[in-house]
């Protein structure tokens, strides 16, 4: 069906529905509905009817009843004899709908009702938006029938509305469209294939010379396929082209064809003598052409072919008893052994080379007794090196190799013991038993069984190193107790498990206090504080390190009196007052331990209860508390008592001093006045001994209570302070005497043979007199000089550094220097730590 029969069709339909939309109210485009214009909003229809005899009757004039007006609803509103007359309300008036071909549309008065002059009217294929809704051609119109044809190759399609015209879209091919092919196929859609196809042309390949024949290619089958094509076929010994190579007597040389050899019909046959027949000479005559697999032609004659075999060729010929050649006329015994064939390294050495043995090969003969052979040398038969068994330091089997047969040979083994009781060594051969396995020869033997140490070892042999160190008691966690106090303080400088002279080691599992090891350095403060508290400890605080560090040696009371030039060193004999022979409690007071900031020795004391009282001079021997210290003076002679000494609370608090050969004696008169909050040295007149010379009490008595004392002198001198202040050192002698080479300070090389500067770390005790003497088993190693140790923060961040180090003078190892302050994450080589519990 073409286009224009369709597009006549639908304009068709499109009247017929514009005429039944005129006797409807209702339809699919809303055509004169119940709104006057045919869009929303619109006058309502009034209902009326022409024939209901109602006052709009226009012929009635005695009945009108004027309304107003003339408006359009079919009636004679004004009662001038004629209906909807005139200028009307809303006619003239643009409809509501505006779009599309409803576009310019006007209110009008048809028969009583408003209506448009362009309503919607159903949508039709022509690019125009007819029913008004804003989309042309919308609802695809005139579209959806089938249209073309499915026959053969042919694809039917549908009809749709594409921009105004009714198309046919999917559609393929038309009827007669396409040429018909040779293809099994319906390619013109006229529901027949393949018709009206014949001869195609002559076939591709072939020719029409000689006995051959080209051939036409029909259509059969859809396949354009060769017809009557004759091919060449061998060429016979005749006068015809049967090859169809252009030469009818081609093919055939009678000089060389073995089927024809010499003429037609002559053949050679040599099939019985294992050989191909061949042709050729001259005159031509029957040759061995080949052989077949196996034979082999070794005389040359025609007549017998190929006689001997069966044999393979595998190469030239070698000794192993077979013909590998295939030549009769060859002899294995001719070969030449090979170079090298036999071993000549081990106990091969000057071995000799037997000739071809067959199947055997080429054997060697070898001599020595100790190489390894499957079996004793025999004539025609010697025997044949195997894998050496022996342990017994040769090369049996001459492969470079010694004893290889004992695979555990050199490789390590102990004694299966833990610890240190581990013995080790390495697998060698057993000289009583060369066809035994080698056994395990020692080189490090293990100790016995011990006790347990902090040193990183297994020193009990049960597999578990250092247990029990966690405690802090193990030996090698040496600890001493500060002096007038319950807390522990370690011997040494905080060391690691497994450090030695040489070497301060990895191991961080548990602090150790160690002699003769490197100390434990390049630590920051909170690993020291873990280090501490793995075994239970912690820090010490900066006065229980100090007190442990100025441990004076204890004085043998009665001490010796100053001697010597007056004001020379000896002159002045110098007593702490935490040591003197006698702390006498008198009246409820006594001389307290009080620890206080650049106190000289391991502390200083404090006259308490501080309750304000201040006996005289004479009150004093039985009122104050008293310190006493045995020294023996000349008699008749004019001492002088020097008390370091301050007043805590006030500059008033004071001391009296006395030289008595008994107790508790009298009090000199003279008041010794201390300053506020500062150690100073402060004077006594001078006191002259009597006439015998012996042991003398030299005593301080406390005045006001409150007072504190840090230590006395006794000399001759009362012109010149005692060379004495709160330094002192860590020294087994004479530790208010700084002493250079004593400690490792900055002074001590510590290799004096090689020139320059060393400020080397030295291993833990190994300067024999660098140590607190403390009392008993309380000596404390390294405190001065060596490394410098952390001890309890003052506050976070600020964390003392005590003692010293190896590259510090001698003035800054004194253990009451306490200027240096790290942070958290601070370390260096020189710096360490010892712990307290």
């Known amino acids: 069906m073409s286009r224009t029969v369709i597009r006549s069709l639908a304009a068709a339909l499109l009247v017929a529905s514009s005429a039944f939309a005129l006797s409807c109210n209702v339809n699919e485009y809303c055509l004169n509905c119940a709104t006057g214009d045919g869009g929303p909003g619109g006058d309502a229809l009034d209902g009326g009817d022409a024939d209901d005899g109602g006052d709009g009757d226009a012929g009635d004039g005695g009945n009108c009843v004027n309304t107003g007006p003339e408006v359009c609803d079919n009636k004679d509103n004004d009662c001038d004899g004629m209906t909807d007359e005139g200028t009307l309300p809303t006619v003239g008036d643009l409809c509501q709908n505006q779009m599309g071909e409803c576009a310019g549309g006007v209110k009008q008065c048809t028969n009583g009702t408003i209506t448009c002059t362009k309503p919607p009217m159903p949508e039709i294929c022509d690019n125009k938006d007819n029913d008004c809704n804003g989309t042309p051609d919308d609802g695809d119109p005139g579209g959806g029938a089938v249209c073309g044809t499915s026959v053969g190759e042919c694809v039917a399609g549908t009809n749709h509305c594409v921009n105004g015209v009714i198309d046919c879209v999917g559609d393929i091919g038309t009827v007669g469209g396409q040429t018909e092919t040779c293809n099994n196929k319906d390619d013109d859609c006229d529901g027949m294939f393949d018709e009206g196809i014949g001869m195609i042309g002559s076939c591709p390949t072939g020719t029409n010379t000689g006995e051959c024949n080209i051939g036409n290619l029909m259509c059969i089958g859809g396949t354009p396929t060769c017809v009557g094509a004759v091919g060449p076929s061998p060429e016979l010994c005749d006068t015809l082209d049967q090859d169809c190579d252009g030469n009818p007597t081609n093919g055939f040389n009678l000089g060389t064809d073995p089927q024809n050899c010499g003429a037609c019909g002559t053949v050679c046959n040599l099939a019985a003598q294992n050989a191909f027949a061949g042709c050729g000479g001259t005159p031509p005559a029957c040759t061995v052409a080949a052989c077949f697999t196996g034979y082999h032609n070794v005389n040359g004659v025609v007549a017998d072919g190929c006689e001997y075999g069966p044999c393979t060729i595998s190469g030239n010929e070698v000794c192993d008893g077979m013909d590998n050649d295939c030549n009769p006329n ?118 016995m069984p011990g006790t347990e140490s902090c040193d990183g070892l297994d020193n009990n042999c049960n597999g578990q190193i250092d247990e029990g160190a966690a405690t802090g008691n193990l030996p090698g966690q040496a600890w001493g107790t500060i002096p007038s106090s319950s807390v522990q303080s370690m011997k040494y400088a905080a060391s690691r498990p497994g450090a030695t002279s040489t070497s301060a080691g990895t191991d961080q599992t548990f602090a150790c206090s160690t002699p003769n090891v490197l100390p434990w350095t390049n630590i920051t403060y909170p690993q020291a504080v873990a280090a501490c508290s793995s075994v239970g400890a912690r820090l010490c605080t900066e006065a229980e390190w100090q007190s442990m560090c100025s441990q004076p040696v204890t004085p043998a009371y009665p001490v010796a009196g100053p001697s010597g030039a007056i004001g020379s060193s000896t002159d002045y004999v110098f007593l702490e007052a935490e040591q003197a022979s006698t702390n006498a409690t008198v009246n409820g007071k006594t001389w307290t ?55 805590p609370a006030a500059s008033g608090d004071t001391v009296y001093v006395g030289i008595n050969a008994t107790q508790p004696g ?18 006594s007149a001078a006191i002259t001994t009597p006439a015998a010379t012996g042991t003398y009490f030299v005593s301080v008595y406390q005045r006001e209570d409150g007072v504190m004392v840090d230590a006395i002198v006794v000399t001759r001198d009362g012109s010149t302070l005692p060379p004495f202040d709160d330094s002192i050192w860590a020294y087994q002698n004479n530790p208010k005497l700084a002493q250079p080479t004593t400690c490792n300070s900055e002074e001590l090389d510590t290799n004096p043979v090689t020139a320059g500067d060393q400020d080397d770390i030295v291993p833990t005790g190994s300067q024999l007199t660098c140590f607190a003497n403390g009392a008993g088993a309380a000596d404390a190693f390294d405190m001065s000089g060596n490394v410098k140790e952390w001890t309890r923060a003052r506050a976070a961040g600020q964390n003392p550094l005590r003692g010293g180090a190896s590259n510090s003078p001698v003035d800054g190892t004194s253990c009451g220097l306490n200027f240096t302050l790290a942070n958290d994450s601070f370390f260096f080589p020189n710096v360490g730590f010892r712990c307290c519990r």
């Open 666 to 683: 009298t009090a000199n008169g003279t008041i010794l006045t201390g300053a506020l909050n500062q150690w100073t040295w402060i004077r």
């Open 330 to 447: 060859t002899n294995e015994t001719m070969l030449t052994p090979p170079a090298n064939l036999c071993r000549n390294v081990g106990e091969c050495m000057g071995a000799s080379t037997s000739a071809c043995m067959g199947a055997m090969g080429f054997q060697c003969t070898y001599t020595d007794p100790d190489v390894s052979l499957d079996h004793p040398n025999m004539p025609g038969n010697p025997g044949v090196i195997v894998p050496e068994t022996l342990c017994d330091g040769k090369d049996n089997d001459c492969d470079g190799r010694v004893d290889e047969g004992q695979p555990n040979l050199g490789q390590s083994c102990d004694n299966g013991m833990a610890g240190v009781c581990r013995s080790t060594g390495t697998y060698q051969c057993d000289a009583m038993n060369l066809n035994g396995p080698a056994v395990c020869v020692y080189t490090q033997m293990g100790q």
């Open 593 to 647: 331990v009080t620890p206080l900031q650049n106190f000289s020795g391991t502390t200083s004391l404090r006259a308490l209860p501080d309750s304000g009282s201040a006996p005289s001079a004479a009150n004093a021997p039985t009122q104050s508390a008293r310190l006493d210290f045995r020294v023996n003076l000349t008699g008749n002679t004019a001492y002088y008592v020097w008390v370091r000494m301050l007043g």
